[in-house]
């Protein structure tokens, strides 16, 4: 019940284009939802967050869609760019529970 | 504002010794974790600390790990003795006081390999 489950593993998309990596989890209790960004040889860095009063949130180019009744939520990457290549992980917490990280996609944006 | 530093950056060493891992965090930050991330995985939590006291060390293996943070600031995590499937990166991470496990800052990590 403390999983978070990530798809895809990796993921290959031509520059310009639309990356989405998305997250399942099971227990209702979380109230927080990060994307981690990873680059390598450096720790992960907070891209963007949502809690789940809300369906959809947008900073720049990054979007987290959020599906409360699916227990889903997703990180859409808009016109993808070579420097966006990285390891991306989704994660959860609800009150002061650890942050529980999900398996990580390799995103590739290809030039 | 300076991030979180962690040194070293690589450690080897042999199956049996001990090795000790440090993190300085960001200036402020009353909140200060230690994770460890096996290769393609995420990072998991090993303890966390509210200034010098741990409330979170769950996921600690409390046979040969041991982590301390005597004046609330900077921290060591120590492993001893170390097992091959130790090998891994640890990452310390800090956070403002308030809401735990939210807008973590992470170091780069200390990568360790056990011969």
């Given at each position: 019940q403390q999983q978070v489950k990530q798809s895809p593993q990796s993921l290959i998309v031509q520059k310009g284009g639309i990356s989405i990596i998305n997250c399942a989890y099971e227990n209702t209790a979380f109230d927080y939802f990060p994307w981690y960004q990873q680059f390598p040889g450096k720790g992960p860095a907070l891209l963007i967050a949502i809690r789940p009063d809300v369906s959809e949130k947008k900073e720049g180019r990054f979007t987290i869609s959020f599906n409360k009744s699916a227990k889903q939520f997703s990180l859409h990457i808009m016109d993808s760019q070579p420097g966006d290549s990285a390891t991306y992980f989704c994660a959860a917490s609800w009150g002061a529970q650890k942050l529980v990280f999900g398996q990580g996609t390799r995103l590739t944006i290809n030039p | 504002e300076a991030g979180v530093v962690q040194s070293p950056r690589y450690k080897i060493i042999e199956k049996k010794q001990p090795v000790a891992f440090w993190c300085n965090p960001i200036s402020g930050h009353n909140t200060l974790y230690w994770y460890r991330q096996?290769?393609?995985?995420?990072?998991?939590?090993?303890?966390?600390?509210?200034?010098?006291?741990?409330?979170?060390?769950?996921?600690?293996?409390?046979?040969?790990?041991?982590?301390?943070?005597?004046?609330?600031?900077?921290?060591?995590?120590?492993?001893?003795?170390?097992?091959?499937?130790?090998?891994?990166?640890?990452?310390?991470?800090?956070?403002?006081?308030?809401?735990?496990?939210?807008?973590?800052?992470?170091?780069?990590?200390?990568?360790?390999?056990?011969?």
């Open positions: - | 096996n290769l393609g995985q995420g990072p998991e939590l090993l303890i966390r600390y509210e200034n010098e006291e741990a409330v979170d060390d769950s996921q600690l293996p409390k046979d040969r790990f041991s982590a301390e943070r005597l004046k609330g600031v900077d921290s060591t995590l120590k492993i001893q003795p170390a097992e091959l499937g130790d090998s891994a990166v640890y990452l310390c991470a800090s956070s403002r006081a308030g809401v735990p496990n939210e807008k973590l800052f992470f170091g780069s990590g200390t990568q360790l390999s056990v011969l």
